[in-house]
């Protein structure tokens, strides 16, 4: 299989502009596509990454874009539809960006610094040297790699689902506190006392948490 990996910057896409303005990182699926009363409607799928303030702010302004004619949140992930003109050059961009051939190795990330990151796997060499090629004309495209290797996971977003919204809030800041890290420099006591929260019960969220995204990642395997 062959593997790219570029990045590139569109200022007029729908989401990169606002990722900048709110420092929002969204790693996303460019789930499918399709034609209706003569719009071109993209169907994406992702989860945003910021502060609390700047997640609210940034669907906010998602919705007010005339381009976003639907959204559906659960918790950080987000199920976007947006409209586009049906021009003979967007549907020939369409063609490319969404080739069925095209399989991505990782979520799209939408850097709260304007690139997009993308990494796309194809049995077609020729195929993936399209996208690319694309990429760096109309989008200031930079290509990092491209090289032939074996697969090992590819996108997806079956990751917190199961989560209720009490046990992604303590595994999620336990996380950005760095309790995960190692050498460990924090307690779960200390975490319970920093979120204000009864030792017991934090712990009990995060435990449960733990286990059922264990459980996802090893059941597999």
């Not at 610094?113 to 760096?136: F, H, P, Q």
Request: proline share 3%.
């Amino acid at each position: 299989m062959w593997v790219a990996k570029f990045k590139f910057k569109d200022d007029e896409d729908v989401y990169s502009p606002l990722c900048v303005k709110y420092k929002i990182d969204f790693f996303a699926d460019p789930n499918t596509n399709f034609i209706k009363d003569r719009k071109i409607n993209l169907i994406v799928s992702g989860i945003i990454s910021g502060s609390e303030t700047n997640k609210k702010t940034f669907v906010e302004s998602l919705k007010k874009d005339s381009r976003v004619k639907e959204i559906q949140q659960h918790h950080d992930f987000l199920f976007i539809r947006a409209v586009h003109s049906a021009s003979r050059e967007a549907r020939a961009e369409i063609k490319i960006f969404y080739n069925p051939q095209y399989i991505r190795i990782k979520p799209v990330h939408v850097a709260s610094n304007g690139w997009e990151y993308w990494e796309v796997a194809c049995l077609d060499r020729g195929e993936l040297n399209k996208l690319v090629r694309a990429a760096i004309k109309h989008y200031h495209g930079v290509l990092t790699s491209i090289k032939e290797e074996k697969i090992k996971s590819v996108a997806g977003f079956e990751l917190t689902p199961a989560l209720s919204e009490k046990q992604l809030e303590a595994i999620s800041f336990a996380y950005k506190e760095g309790y995960y890290t190692y050498p460990r420099s924090l307690t779960i006591p200390a975490l319970a006392k920093m979120k204000n929260k009864a030792y017991a019960t934090f712990q009990e969220h995060m435990r449960k948490a733990e286990n059922k995204l264990i459980n996802y990642f090893l059941k597999y395997r």
